[in-house]
C-alpha cells in the first residue's frame, strides 16, 4: 500500500481545473453579447442553429443574419469563410439547388444576393460533383453520404485556412482520413480553438 508520506505527497500534487464554456446552449442574443468577431459569430451561428432547421427556417435565418453576412462578405478572407459554412449546411440538403435559390429569395441586399448566388454556384458545381457522380455509380444512398462527408471536409479545411493559414501536410492527411462525424467535431473546435493542435486535441 502507499507508504506514509502519500499523503503528504498528494496535497502537493498540482490540479489541473477547467472550464467549460457549453457554445451549444448559447442563445442568440447570448452570442450577440460575447462580441465576437464577425467569422466566429457566423460560424457558430450556422452550426448552432442550422442544424436541425428546415430549409425555410434556416433561410428565414440567414436573411436575419443579413447584417453579419455583408460584413463577413467585406472580410479579407470572408468568401473562403462564408463557402465553407454553405458546404456545411448544403451537404445536409437533399435538394441544393431549390435551397440555395429559397436563402437567396429571402435576401433583401442585392449586391449580398449576387456574391452569394456566385459562390453557391460555384459550390454546386465544385463541392458536391464527386459525390453526386459516386451516387449514380454506386447508389443514391452512398452519393449522398459521400457528399455529406465531402461538404464537411471542404467546409472544415476552409475554416481552418481562414483561421490558421496553409495546412500542413500532416493535418491535410489526417482530415481526409477522417470519418463525418470527426470532421463535425474538428469544424465545432475550429470556431474558438487557440492553434491547430487544439482543434484536434484528443479531449
Known amino acids: ?10 496535497a502537493l500534487q498540482p490540479e489541473a481545473p477547467y472550464l467549460l ?21 457566423l460560424t457558430l451561428r450556422f452550426l448552432q442553429f442550422l442544424r436541425r432547421r428546415s ?10 443574419w443579413q447584417c453579419a453576412v455583408r460584413l463577413l462578405l467585406d472580410h479579407p478572407r470572408g468568401q473562403e469563410v462564408m463557402a465553407a459554412l454553405f458546404s456545411w449546411f448544403l451537404a445536409a440538403v437533399p435538394r441544393r439547388e431549390e435551397a440555395m435559390r429559397t436563402v437567396l429569395a429571402r435576401l433583401d441586399d442585392p ?18 460533383v464527386k459525390g453526386h457522380a459516386k451516387g449514380r455509380a454506386k447508389g443514391r444512398a452512398e452519393g449522398r453520404r459521400e457528399g ?9 479545411e476552409q475554416v481552418l485556412r481562414a483561421r490558421f493559414g496553409a495546412l500542413p501536410e500532416a493535418v ?3 482530415l481526409r482520413d477522417a470519418t463525418a462525424a470527426d470532421l463535425a467535431r474538428w469544424t465545432l473546435r475550429a470556431v474558438t480553438a487557440p492553434s491547430l493542435d487544439a482543434v484536434f486535441a484528443r479531449a
Not at 1 to 10: K, T
Not at 111 to 128: A, I, P, W
Request: hydrophobic content about 40%; glycine content about 8%.
Open 148 to 156: 455529406t462527408r465531402a461538404g464537411r471536409l471542404q467546409a472544415l
Open 21 to 41: 464554456d457549453d457554445l451549444a446552449a448559447e442563445t442568440e442574443q447570448q452570442l450577440t453579447d460575447r462580441r465576437l468577431s464577425v467569422v466566429a459569430d
Open 172 to 174: 491535410a492527411e489526417r
Open 111 to 128: 449586391v449580398t444576393r449576387q456574391t452569394m448566388k456566385s459562390m453557391l454556384d460555384d459550390l454546386l458545381e465544385q463541392g458536391f
Open 55 to 64: 430549409v425555410e427556417d434556416a433561410a428565414d435565418d440567414i436573411a436575419r
Open 1 to 10: 500500500g502507499p507508504g506514509p508520506g502519500a499523503a503528504a505527497v498528494q
